[in-house]
């Protein structure tokens, strides 16, 4: 069964930065581009950062581009999504799954970002 567990998120004040981390389970991780979703509040749900799964080619939202980066370990299943200079519309739960996504989605981060 695929399962994700993000971890890391918190409240920040502009201009502060978070590492959020996602664990995943139930396939192989190496096999997948990934991806990191944001939903901010009343809005869906939208990528904001993916990876390939070979070459680890990266490639992310404009509005995060330059800001965060994306990352993998396959050894340790674990996906990961750096984020500095945060600003107050990157405020959102943070989700990870496939590029294309798989099963179900995890509980997710919460990122609050305000001074």
């Known amino acids: 069964q695929v399962h994700f567990v993000e971890s890391g998120g918190g409240s920040v004040q502009p201009g502060g930065s978070l590492r959020l981390s996602c664990t995943a389970s139930?396939?192989?991780?190496?096999?997948?581009?990934m991806g990191w979703y944001r939903q901010a509040p009343g809005k869906e749900r939208e990528l904001v950062a993916a990876?390939?799964?070979?070459?680890?080619?990266?490639n992310y939202k404009e509005s995060v581009k330059g800001r965060c980066t994306i990352s993998r370990d396959n050894a340790k299943n674990t996906v990961y999504l750096q984020m500095n200079s945060l600003k107050p519309e990157d405020t959102g739960v943070y989700y990870c799954?496939?590029?294309?996504?798989?099963?179900?989605w995890g509980q997710g981060t919460q990122v609050t970002v305000s001074s």
């Open positions: 139930g396939f192989t991780l190496r096999d997948y581009a």
């Open positions: 990876i390939t799964s070979v070459y680890g080619i990266t």
């Open positions: 799954n496939a590029r294309t996504p798989l099963g179900s």
